[in-house]
């Protein structure tokens, strides 16, 4: 609290006019004068209100009573008692009943009012200030309210009752708003009380500036003005209506009138505007609107939830000796390519690309290794293939040809006699159970083949025309592989036993992180996904991206992420982080991740901010030997993990609460930063990112039930979408051939300890 200047001013009476609260409020309101009645003028004065410093006259029982307990017999006082009988019905404090209700409501705000007391009468008490200027002080007087014009008051009051006091804590009045002490250094002790600054005290309840009076905007606390009523603004002055949708509302003939609307148009083509009086502006995300993303490499670009999506522009100039893409700096470009291409003309062949043109290559020889045939060209026809005349051949068939491929057919050119002599090389039986068929003596002979699957529940067959076949069986013995199983037998095929001692107990560290964000990434940008494919060179999706970030899957984010930022909440989806020592060095770590949830020793933990115990779920060990499927080898170099492999996480796409695709993340990789405390890591954050096969995504959304998708979005929407957005841009096997798509997916984790697995 701050302090005020506590002083008095003997010797000066303060006129009724300037500090009497009552007669102020006449001032701003001439009707209630008078329909409180004219005053007498001459002889006595008429009855005198509560105001700073007065109180009717007492016996001197009464006043030695008051001396004793400052509290005591105070009907009114200080400038707060003359506003409440004024605004006590709006001013109260919510719960009570206004003053004066009652007979012991009453004694009771006149008692609380009486700790406050009134403000001090200069010119009753010693010291100060004679020059006429106001001091907000709130002092232990009590005069008597008769007072003569003269500096001098009737002779039974001419000795104010004080609210004595030995030290501050006796003058603590309970409100914030108030400095209270006493005043040691007076004659008699007293306790005299100040408004902080920047504060009012009005009705016993404090106020800060510039507080609107309740249900009423148009007066407020202005401790400039006055600290213990409310001021009304001046007319025009600002108000608050308490309607976010208007602005500039402002005092109209005592009263708050509405301003202007507010202006809610984002200039978002993909929003529906509009305001609501407790909320403010409210844009509805649209979908299916016309829009323009700004990019100019987009094309049919529309409203999908609140976002603008384009598709990316083709550029293709129809020229195979080029190479088309677009650029944003400069729009579609075709830079010239070396390729292979075709002239049009059939009668060339070979024919290649120089500088954007495509040239020809040498000439089509169109030989059919027919000899009953007179190859030609034509480069309207192409190859043209004219039967010879030769007694040896029948139109364009040789006459001499047996059929069999392991002779070589004569003929006689002459006399058109056919003969024929053994031929050797492979040919074919057509008989699916040999193999390695050749010929032998002018005839084709086979090895037979061998159909045995080493598998102890089939029995295996060969038949001429479909081959091998494997009939499962049931009852044989067998063996499943594992020592730890009994019984082993054949049953339809499959070797089963009873592996009930077979449980196996994974190795699990306690050092972990449950994840509670995840958010695929918006776009191909750095922090949003990651340099899959590590080529700077190459981005994805190429029409929002840079710096060789690969995140293809990004256009999904605007569909995608609300629901699985709630099905993360939720406990839907569930994803807990393991960190295991690789050796003696602690910077090197295997990172694994598991499907969790809380275990028994942590009931009601709040996931989403606590530190909770995990047990993990089996569906990510492997049945026999209970290591983690999804296992990536990690560094840590300072605060940053870098985590790259083989791995493949399997995850959900949720496009809605019931629309869930299943999806595996293959090539994964983590990058992030983490903290570590005692040797734990207990915070990460980061980007997990890997590779989606198209296809993959493509059959999960057509397999998702009819009406599962939010109703502003429907299956085959979405499937044009992702066939026209989203490209393969990664070579996971290392053929040359994109067969999969990067996906980015932001992710928060904090401290979790894994105590076991799932019963």
Same mark, same amino acid.
């Given at each position: 609290?701050?302090? /005020?200047?506590?002083?008095?001013?003997?010797?000066?009476?303060?006129?009724?006019?300037?500090?009497? @609260?009552?007669?102020?409020? $006449?001032? +701003?309101?001439?009707?209630?004068?008078? +329909?409180?009645?004219?005053?007498? $003028?001459?002889?006595?004065?008429?009855?005198?209100?509560?105001?700073?410093?007065?109180?009717?006259?007492?016996?001197?029982?009464?006043?030695?009573?008051?001396?004793?307990?400052?509290?005591?017999?105070?009907?009114?006082?200080?400038?707060?008692?003359?506003?409440?009988?004024? =605004?006590?019905?709006? =001013?109260?404090?919510?719960?009570?009943? @206004?003053?004066? $209700?009652?007979?012991?409501?009453?004694?009771?705000?006149?008692?609380?009012?009486? +700790?406050?007391?009134?403000?001090?009468?200069?010119?009753?008490?010693?010291?100060?200030?004679?020059? /006429?200027?106001?001091?907000?002080?709130?002092?232990?007087?009590?005069?008597?309210?008769?007072?003569?014009?003269?500096?001098?008051?009737?002779?039974?009051?001419?000795?104010?009752?004080?609210?004595?006091?030995?030290?501050?804590?006796?003058?603590?009045?309970?409100?914030?708003?108030?400095?209270?002490?006493?005043?040691?250094?007076?004659?008699?002790?007293?306790?005299?009380?100040?408004?902080? %600054?920047?504060? #009012?005290?009005?009705?016993?309840?404090?106020?800060?500036?510039?507080?609107?009076?309740?249900?009423?905007?148009?007066?407020?606390?202005? @401790?400039?003005?006055?600290?213990?009523?409310?001021?009304?603004?001046?007319?025009?002055?600002?108000?608050?209506?308490?309607?976010?949708?208007?602005?500039?509302?402002?005092?109209?003939?005592?009263?708050?009138?509405?301003?202007?609307?507010?202006?809610?148009?984002?200039?978002?083509?993909?929003?529906?505007?509009?305001?609501?009086?407790?909320?403010?502006?409210?844009?509805?995300?649209?979908?299916?609107?016309?829009?323009?993303?700004?990019?100019?490499?987009?094309?049919?670009?529309?409203?999908? +939830?609140?976002?603008?999506?384009?598709?990316?522009?083709?550029? =293709?100039?129809?020229?195979?000796?080029?190479?088309?893409?677009?650029?944003?700096?400069?729009?579609?470009?075709?830079?010239?390519?070396?390729?292979?291409?075709?002239?049009?003309?059939?009668?060339?062949?070979?024919?290649?690309?120089?500088?954007?043109?495509?040239?020809?290559?040498?000439?089509?020889?169109?030989?059919?290794?027919?000899?009953?045939?007179?190859?030609?060209?034509?480069?309207?026809?192409?190859?043209?293939?004219?039967?010879?005349?030769?007694? #040896?051949?029948?139109?364009?068939?040789?006459?001499?040809?047996?059929?069999?491929?392991?002779?070589?057919?004569?003929?006689?050119?002459?006399? /058109?006699?056919?003969?024929?002599?053994?031929?050797?090389?492979?040919?074919?039986?057509?008989?699916?159970?040999?193999?390695?068929?050749?010929?032998?003596?002018?005839?084709?002979?086979?090895?037979?083949?061998?159909?045995?699957?080493?598998?102890? #529940?089939?029995?295996?067959?060969?038949?001429?025309?479909?081959?091998?076949?494997?009939?499962?069986?049931?009852?044989?013995?067998?063996?499943?592989?594992?020592?730890?199983?009994?019984?082993?037998?054949?049953?339809?095929?499959?070797?089963? %036993?009873?592996? !009930?001692?077979?449980?196996?107990?994974?190795?699990?560290?306690?050092?972990?992180?449950?994840?509670?964000?995840?958010? &695929?990434?918006?776009?191909?940008?750095?922090?949003?996904?990651?340099?899959?494919?590590?080529?700077?060179?190459?981005?994805?999706?190429?029409?929002?991206? =840079?710096?060789? &970030?690969?995140?293809?899957?990004?256009?999904?984010?605007?569909?995608?992420?609300? !629901?699985?930022?709630?099905?993360?909440?939720?406990?839907?989806?569930?994803?807990?982080?393991?960190?295991?020592?690789?050796?003696?060095? @602690?910077?090197?770590?295997?990172?694994?991740?598991?499907?969790?949830?809380?275990?028994?020793?942590?009931?009601?933990?709040?996931?989403?901010?606590?530190?909770?115990?995990?047990?993990?779920? $089996?569906?990510?060990?492997?049945?026999?030997?209970?290591?983690?499927?999804?296992?990536?080898? %990690?560094?840590?170099?300072?605060?940053?993990?870098?985590?790259?492999?083989?791995?493949?996480?399997?995850?959900?796409?949720?496009?809605?609460?019931?629309?869930?695709?299943?999806?595996?993340?293959?090539?994964?990789?983590?990058?992030?930063?983490?903290?570590?405390?005692?040797?734990?890591?207990?915070?990460?954050?980061?980007?997990?990112?890997?590779?989606?096969?198209?296809?993959?995504?493509?059959?999960?959304?057509?397999?998702?039930?009819?009406?599962?998708?939010?109703?502003?979005?429907?299956?085959?929407?979405?499937?044009?979408?992702?066939?026209?957005?989203?490209?393969?841009?990664?070579?996971?096997?290392?053929?040359?051939?994109?067969?999969?798509? !990067?996906?980015?997916?932001?992710?928060?984790?904090?401290?979790?300890?894994?105590?076991?697995?799932?019963?």
């Amino acid at each position: 609290m701050g302090v /005020g200047p506590h002083l008095h001013q003997p010797g000066r009476q303060r006129g009724r006019d300037q500090h009497d @609260p009552r007669r102020r409020e $006449r001032d +701003r309101d001439p009707g209630r004068r008078h +329909r409180r009645g004219p005053h007498r $003028r001459g002889g006595r004065h008429p009855q005198p209100h509560r105001g700073p410093g007065r109180r009717r006259a007492r016996r001197p029982a009464q006043r030695d009573r008051a001396r004793q307990h400052p509290a005591a017999g105070h009907r009114s006082v200080g400038r707060a008692a003359g506003a409440a009988a004024r =605004d006590r019905h709006q =001013d109260q404090p919510r719960g009570a009943l @206004p003053l004066g $209700r009652e007979p012991d409501r009453r004694r009771e705000a006149e008692l609380k009012a009486a +700790r406050l007391l009134p403000l001090a009468a200069a010119a009753l008490i010693g010291g100060g200030c004679t020059d /006429g200027s106001r001091v907000d002080v709130l002092d232990g007087v009590v005069l008597a309210d008769t007072v003569s014009g003269a500096d001098t008051v009737a002779a039974d009051t001419a000795a104010p009752a004080l609210a004595t006091c030995a030290s501050d804590a006796e003058c603590d009045d309970g409100h914030a708003c108030t400095v209270d002490r006493c005043a040691l250094e007076a004659a008699s002790p007293h306790c005299e009380w100040a408004v902080v %600054a920047e504060t #009012c005290f009005i009705n016993n309840v404090c106020r800060a500036a510039g507080e609107a009076r309740p249900n009423d905007p148009c007066r407020r606390c202005e @401790p400039a003005a006055d600290t213990l009523g409310w001021t009304a603004l001046a007319e025009g002055g600002r108000c608050d209506d308490h309607d976010l949708c208007t602005v500039t509302s402002s005092c109209r003939g005592g009263g708050c009138v509405p301003g202007e609307g507010l202006e809610c148009d984002d200039g978002d083509p993909c929003t529906a505007d509009s305001c609501d009086a407790a909320l403010g502006c409210v844009h509805t995300p649209l979908s299916g609107d016309s829009c323009d993303d700004g990019l100019v490499c987009t094309s049919e670009d529309v409203c999908l +939830r609140g976002a603008c999506v384009g598709v990316p522009e083709p550029c =293709d100039d129809d020229n195979p000796c080029t190479v088309d893409a677009c650029i944003e700096e400069g729009g579609c470009q075709h830079a010239w390519a070396e390729l292979g291409c075709e002239d049009g003309d059939p009668c060339t062949t070979g024919d290649s690309c120089r500088e954007g043109v495509c040239v020809s290559g040498g000439p089509n020889g169109c030989d059919d290794a027919n000899f009953c045939t007179v190859d030609t060209c034509s480069s309207d026809v192409g190859c043209v293939h004219l039967p010879t005349s030769s007694p #040896c051949c029948i139109g364009v068939v040789a006459a001499c040809d047996d059929g069999n491929a392991c002779t070589n057919d004569l003929c006689d050119p002459l006399t /058109g006699e056919c003969a024929a002599e053994p031929a050797s090389g492979e040919c074919d039986d057509h008989d699916a159970c040999t193999v390695d068929d050749a010929c032998v003596a002018s005839e084709c002979v086979g090895r037979p083949r061998v159909c045995d699957d080493a598998d102890p #529940c089939t029995a295996d067959s060969c038949s001429p025309g479909a081959g091998c076949g494997f009939s499962p069986l049931t009852g044989p013995a067998c063996d499943d592989g594992l020592e730890c199983s009994v019984g082993d037998a054949c049953l339809d095929g499959v070797c089963v %036993a009873d592996t !009930s001692a077979c449980v196996c107990t994974p190795a699990l560290s306690d050092d972990g992180v449950k994840l509670i964000t995840l958010a &695929i990434g918006d776009g191909g940008y750095v922090g949003e996904a990651l340099d899959l494919d590590g080529d700077p060179a190459t981005c994805a999706p190429e029409s929002s991206c =840079d710096s060789g &970030i690969n995140n293809s899957l990004g256009i999904i984010a605007a569909f995608a992420n609300d !629901s699985l930022v709630d099905a993360v909440a939720g406990g839907d989806l569930s994803l807990v982080a393991m960190f295991a020592p690789r050796g003696d060095d @602690p910077d090197l770590v295997t990172l694994s991740f598991f499907s969790g949830e809380l275990a028994p020793s942590t009931p009601g933990c709040d996931a989403q901010v606590e530190t909770c115990d995990w047990v993990v779920k $089996r569906d990510l060990l492997d049945p026999e030997t209970c290591a983690p499927v999804v296992s990536l080898p %990690a560094t840590l170099s300072g605060n940053v993990l870098s985590a790259v492999g083989q791995a493949a996480l399997p995850f959900e796409i949720r496009l809605s609460q019931t629309a869930v695709v299943q999806i595996t993340i293959g090539s994964l990789q983590v990058v992030g930063t983490v903290t570590r405390s005692g040797g734990r890591v207990t915070a990460m954050q980061g980007i997990l990112a890997g590779a989606v096969p198209k296809q993959q995504l493509l059959d999960g959304i057509g397999a998702l039930p009819d009406g599962s998708l939010p109703p502003n979005l429907d299956k085959a929407t979405v499937l044009a979408l992702v066939n026209a957005l989203v490209s393969n841009d990664i070579d996971t096997n290392a053929d040359g051939v994109y067969d999969s798509a !990067s996906i980015g997916i932001k992710f928060t984790a904090i401290d979790g300890h894994i105590v076991g697995v799932e019963d």
